[in-house]
């Protein structure tokens, strides 16, 4: 019966053998190691104290080790790769958005690296995440995200610790593009669907995310208290946020001609909430119709709204609560578009030119 020993992912050694309790027993007191049932192989630690205790452990055994050998270099199967991606993800309680964007990022990785032995190599990261930044133009949070998923793959699938070593681009700080109130006014006025103005009279009306919108269920509107219920929202956080009297009128306008069950505003087959991607069309049609040039997407209604609070005169802390922010200091982005503290700045160019006459 022999022992076989090969190279892995660099830092890791493969072992493997026909099962054997006596063996498994031995392997055990090998500190680091660990089973890997989809490959069926112990991965160990590639260092000469693993490699002498191997030999200790075994040494009545047939010992095959791939440094009397060609090399034979592990190359992890994608299919594999993702499933095991995939499963970490949602054990760890992540959003099935963060889930589909980490297994995107995951699999142009790999598929940018088919032809490399082994994929996962600081070098060939580093080259893939500067062809993402200078030939792809990829904005720097969507490196970020790409730099996120390679480390999380890294760290809780793999078990590497070279994810320490992957640089992250500076992150870029970016204005958000806001509407002004008669801007918001003529987009929601192009609309003639009940059920499209219903969507995005709460959309601006309460600051809500679109994916926080098209999951909104029936029973999350409290029309005593005039609140908004926001269910798991962003951070797996609840939060309220307020209900306007005139998007409840748009609400019971939409009910009078939609009838729902669960969902309030449910997709084509009714048992489904409508989709993300059917609302930011709503919006954009909306906003060709009303003639803002603007490059604005359905999420700037929520920059306006929080915007438009800002001016009038509403608390900071207040903002952020309604908006779900956990730190203020991503709430304070909006005192930066506030026209209320930019107008009341005199140029200097209007001093000097009132003095001379």
């Given at each position: 019966?022999?022992?076989?020993?090969?190279?892995?992912?660099?830092?890791?050694?493969?072992?493997?053998?026909?099962?054997?309790?006596?063996?498994?027993?031995?392997?055990?007191?090998?500190?680091?190691?660990?089973?890997?049932?989809?490959?069926?192989?112990?991965?160990?630690?590639?260092?000469?104290?693993?490699?002498?205790k191997i030999r200790k452990?075994?040494?009545?055994?047939?010992?095959?080790?791939?440094?009397?050998?060609?090399?034979?270099?592990?190359?992890?199967?994608?299919?594999?790769?993702?499933?095991?991606?995939?499963?970490?993800?949602?054990l760890r309680g992540f959003?099935?958005?963060?889930?589909?964007?980490?297994?995107?990022?995951?699999?142009?990785?790999?598929?940018?690296?088919?032809?490399?032995?082994?994929?996962?190599?600081?070098?060939?990261?580093?080259?893939?995440?500067?062809?993402?930044?200078?030939?792809?133009?990829?904005?720097?949070?969507?490196?970020?995200?790409?730099?996120?998923?390679?480390?999380?793959?890294?760290?809780?699938?793999?078990?590497?610790?070279?994810?320490?070593?992957?640089?992250?681009?500076?992150?870029?700080?970016?204005?958000?593009?806001?509407?002004?109130?008669?801007?918001?006014?003529?987009?929601?006025?192009?609309?003639?669907?009940?059920?499209?103005?219903?969507?995005?009279?709460?959309?601006?009306?309460?600051?809500?995310?679109?994916?926080?919108?098209?999951?909104?269920?029936?029973?999350?509107?409290?029309?005593?208290?005039?609140?908004?219920?926001?269910?798991?929202?962003?951070?797996?956080?609840?939060?309220?946020?307020?209900?306007?009297?005139?998007?409840?009128?748009?609400?019971?306008?939409?009910?009078?001609?939609?009838?729902?069950?669960?969902?309030?505003?449910?997709?084509?087959?009714?048992?489904?909430?409508?989709?993300?991607?059917?609302?930011?069309r709503i919006f954009e049609?909306?906003?060709?119709?009303?003639?803002?040039?603007?490059?604005?997407?359905?999420?700037?209604?929520?920059?306006?709204?929080?915007?438009?609070?800002?001016?009038?005169?509403?608390?900071?802390?207040?903002?952020?609560?309604?908006?779900?922010?956990?730190?203020?200091?991503?709430?304070?982005?909006?005192?930066?578009?506030?026209?209320?503290?930019?107008?009341?700045?005199?140029?200097?160019?209007?001093?000097?030119?009132?003095?001379?006459?």
């Open positions: 019966m022999s022992i076989k020993l090969e190279k892995g992912q660099p830092g890791h050694l493969l072992l493997s053998f026909d099962y054997d309790e006596e063996k498994i027993n031995k392997i055990k007191t090998i500190p680091g190691r660990k089973w890997d049932a989809d490959i069926k192989k112990w991965i160990l630690p590639d260092n000469k104290n693993t490699i002498d452990l075994f040494s009545h055994f047939e010992f095959i080790d791939y440094r009397e050998q060609t090399a034979s270099v592990y190359k992890p199967n994608e299919d594999i790769l993702i499933e095991k991606l995939d499963r970490e993800l949602k959003s099935q958005k963060t889930i589909k964007s980490y297994i995107g990022h995951i699999r142009r990785f790999l598929e940018h690296n088919r032809n490399e032995e082994y994929p996962l190599k600081k070098e060939l990261i580093e080259k893939y995440l500067l062809d993402l930044l200078e030939t792809k133009n990829g904005s720097h949070s969507y490196v970020n995200q790409a730099v996120s998923a390679i480390k999380f793959t890294l760290k809780n699938v793999n078990n590497d610790d070279m994810d320490i070593m992957i640089k992250r681009p500076k992150k870029e700080r970016k204005l958000p593009e806001v509407l002004s109130k008669d801007e918001v006014l003529n987009i929601l006025n192009a609309l003639d669907n009940k059920k499209h103005r219903a969507i995005l009279f709460m959309v601006y009306s309460a600051g809500l995310r679109v994916g926080e919108v098209v999951r909104l269920k029936i029973t999350d509107i409290d029309p005593d208290r005039m609140l908004i219920h926001i269910v798991q929202g962003k951070g797996k956080k609840d939060r309220y946020t307020t209900l306007s009297e005139i998007a409840l009128t748009e609400l019971r306008n939409y009910a009078k001609e939609y009838k729902s069950e669960t969902w309030l505003f449910p997709g084509q087959n009714n048992k489904e909430f409508i989709t993300e991607r059917t609302v930011q049609n909306a906003r060709a119709k009303a003639g803002v040039k603007k490059k604005v997407s359905v999420h700037s209604l929520r920059h306006s709204f929080a915007t438009h609070l800002l001016e009038g005169g509403i608390d900071l802390r207040y903002i952020q609560e309604l908006l779900g922010h956990a730190s203020s200091k991503t709430t304070e982005i909006y005192t930066h578009v506030t026209q209320k503290s930019i107008q009341n700045i005199v140029s200097p160019l209007d001093v000097i030119a009132r003095k001379d006459k």
